[in-house]
């Protein structure tokens, strides 16, 4: 592996795995024009790839080792997800980082490149307008600042996680919950009987009940009595987030707040749900789905604290001490191999959770992906609540910079927008119970 950090001006090397040649050589064009500093040097197919990698002679003896590898999919030959595969078996070449460049804006392609070890996914648009946005995109975040070779220096996270080996199992009784079904009386009466024989769970339930978002009328004291005021629906994502997040055993001389980090969760599942109240029925998600992926979004915070409690406390602290205008996702990637992002879809897909929330976790601050896979409402209305309420932090104001295609995507006319974003700001005023 290049100790780029040893020699900041050797040159940021890109292997473009693409084999239309008019498509390479718009990706040279649009990284000129980006003014991105960086040398291309381009395969045909994946065996010329490979061929490259491996420095095959004669053609390839003296061929630097890239910094990234930029790969198409759609390739005769062998295509991108069987080179992938074969470079993240190598141990010579697995920590290059892979990110996918292709026409295909498919799920399936999308899934199956993350699950094969790639970084990051791009839809390679037609337009040329819209390439040099992407270019640019792809640019600030692998290129600029040294994130490639921050990816290849500070593996020491995901080697320690190895990677799911470290990660709780899913609890028993959340096992229970997820199994059960609410149409039906039984389904209910299953549910309730978890609920009260568990008191911690209980708890939480009816403090949620009492909550001033919800308005109760009066003292709620039983589990029964909650139902009126929250709903089966919700009663069976509040125990089931609950029994989740209390296997990450937190570590409370811990600097992270999960106290905050609850009531931030809690406002965007209540926004994420306000938001479906506008949605066109067809595209609407199941309630049950809403919650789970608001109450969960950003497990993967507390999923560092529990693989790596001193990483975690030196974010945290760095996250403390950071001025209004650094965001979250900027100390990942100045401090992190792997961000909350992504270590809450690990989780997740630990714990065999459904592919539409493992998407939410992993892209919920994705904006490229958004467009992409822009088919996911969930995501979708996820990134809009994380737009509209409160940030994590809580203490920082961001802009609130909602596009007309944001709302477009949900089926939500523009007119409906400002009685929206009210609406979901007045709940995000509403304190919730802790969690802990």
Not at 209 to 225: E, L, Q, R, Y
Not at 347 to 362: G, K
């Amino acid at each position: 592996m290049k100790d780029r950090m040893n020699n900041l001006q050797q040159p940021f090397i890109i292997l473009l795995v693409e084999d239309e040649h008019a498509d390479a050589g718009l990706v040279k064009w649009a990284l000129q024009k980006n003014e991105i500093q960086a040398e291309l040097h381009h395969a045909i197919d994946g065996f010329d790839a490979l061929a490259y990698l491996r420095k095959q002679a004669p053609a390839y003896e003296q061929a630097p080792l890239p910094d990234l590898i930029l790969l198409d999919l759609n390739m005769p030959r062998m295509n991108g997800l069987e080179f992938l595969s074969i470079v993240k078996q190598d141990d010579a070449l697995r920590d290059i980082p892979v990110v996918i460049l292709s026409t295909s804006s498919a799920e399936k392609d999308v899934f199956a490149s993350r699950d094969s070890g790639a970084a990051d996914y791009f839809t390679k648009p037609m337009d040329v307008h819209q390439l040099l946005e992407t270019i640019r995109i792809l640019g600030d975040r692998w290129i600029h600042n040294g994130e490639a070779s921050r990816m290849q220096e500070h593996y020491t996270l995901r080697h320690s996680i190895e990677l799911l080996e470290s990660l709780p199992a899913l609890p028993k009784i959340a096992h229970e919950i997820l199994a059960i079904k609410l149409s039906t009386d039984e389904g209910n009466d299953h549910l309730l009987l978890l609920v009260k024989q568990d008191p911690a769970i209980s708890a939480k339930v009816i403090g949620l009940a009492n909550s001033p978002v919800f308005g109760a009328s009066k003292k709620i004291m039983t589990v029964g009595d909650a139902v009126s005021v929250l709903g089966m629906n919700r009663i069976k994502m509040v125990a089931l987030s609950f029994a989740m997040i209390s296997s990450m055993k937190h570590n409370r001389a811990s600097l992270l707040d999960v106290n905050q980090l609850w009531q931030h969760s809690m406002a965007i599942a209540l926004a994420m749900d306000e938001l479906a109240k506008f949605m066109p029925k067809a595209i609407r998600p199941a309630d049950e789905e809403i919650y789970l992926a608001g109450f969960l979004h950003d497990i993967g915070f507390l999923v560092l604290d529990y693989i790596d409690p001193q990483l975690s406390n030196q974010f945290n602290a760095a996250r403390i001490k950071a001025d209004s205008v650094t965001s979250i996702i900027q100390l990942e990637t100045e401090l992190l191999e792997i961000g909350h992002c992504e270590l809450g879809a690990l989780l997740a897909e630990h714990w065999n959770l459904s592919a539409s929330i493992i998407a939410v976790l992993r892209y919920h601050h994705s904006e490229h992906l958004l467009r992409d896979i822009a088919q996911r409402p969930l995501i979708v209305m996820a990134k809009l609540a994380e737009k509209i309420s409160p940030p994590f932090d809580m203490l920082k104001n961001e802009p609130c910079d909602i596009t007309s295609e944001d709302w477009s995507v949900l089926g939500i006319e523009q007119e409906q927008a400002q009685e929206i974003v009210a609406a979901i700001k007045l709940r995000a005023q509403q304190p919730v119970v802790g969690i802990f």
